[in-house]
Nanobody
Framework: QLVESGGGLLQTGDSLRLSCAASGGTVSSYPMGWFRQAPGKEREFVTAITRGGSTTDYADSVKGRFTISRDNAKNTVYLQMNSLQPEDTAVYYC????????????????????WGQGTQVTVSS
């Protein structure tokens, strides 16, 4: 099970860090990803990281503003979000890729089989 935390109500330009912790399981052997779903829209890819943390991938809309990282010793993945904009308003989900020891940062949500419950991030203008 994955548990996200850190969401909240922010203003344009603010920063926020989300955390995703594994409860009763592990994330250290898996690629991980963050996705988000805005009201009335489909869930979309935000960022992903390889199991060792050496390679990352970002959606164009967040590139240069968001940073994914992980601490495998703490079984936790992070999403640092800077320069937040109203269009970043969404429920943010972390997800674990289905294949352990897979080498890659995966952007397609079809490959993820374990999801957190989501955390709301709201950015006001």
């Amino acid at each position: 099970q994955l548990v996200e935390s850190g969401g909240g109500l922010l203003q344009t330009g603010d920063s926020l860090r989300l955390s995703c912790a594994a409860s009763g399981g592990t994330v250290s052997s898996y690629p991980m990803g963050w996705f988000r779903q805005a009201p009335g829209k489909e869930r979309e890819f935000v960022t992903a990281i390889t199991r060792g943390g050496s390679t990352t991938d970002y959606a164009d809309s967040v590139k240069g503003r968001f940073t994914i990282s992980r601490d495998n010793a703490k079984n936790t993945v992070y999403l640092q979000m800077n320069s937040l904009q109203p269009e970043d308003t969404a429920v943010y989900y972390c997800a674990r890729y289905s294949r352990p020891f897979y080498f890659g940062a995966v952007s397609s949500e079809n490959g993820y089989d374990t999801w957190g419950q989501g955390t709301q991030v709201t950015v006001s203008s």
